[in-house]
């Protein structure tokens, strides 16, 4: 069976007999083990750490001169926005 997700892949999804005969055959892999509940606590996660401080998220419109600027100075470049901004409202209080 295939299932479509929302951004449009294809999954291939095992009928019930084809999950039979793969959980069958997991039986029967001598490498096959179950995984138990201290081994999951020392797993860890993938990806970047969750930040302490969270960024909003806005839409906002800027003139092209600005995110011309901003895009040629590279990846990072809406941190950097981000940063002129809290200077200018720093410097404005």
Do not use: C, N
Not at 46 to 61: Q, S
Request: proline letters at 5%; a positive charge.
């Amino acid at each position: 069976m295939q299932v479509k997700s929302k951004s449009g892949r294809v999954f291939d999804i095992p009928s019930d007999a084809e999950t039979a005969e793969i959980r069958k055959g997991m039986a029967t892999d001598p490498d096959m083990y179950a995984v138990s509940d201290e081994m999951l606590q020392k797993i860890r996660p993938v990806g970047r750490p969750r930040a302490t401080v969270t960024k909003e998220r806005v839409t906002i419109r800027l003139s092209p001169r600005v995110t011309e600027y901003f895009r040629a100075t590279g990846k990072g470049w809406q941190t950097r926005v981000d940063d002129a901004l809290k200077e200018y409202v720093d410097a404005h209080r």
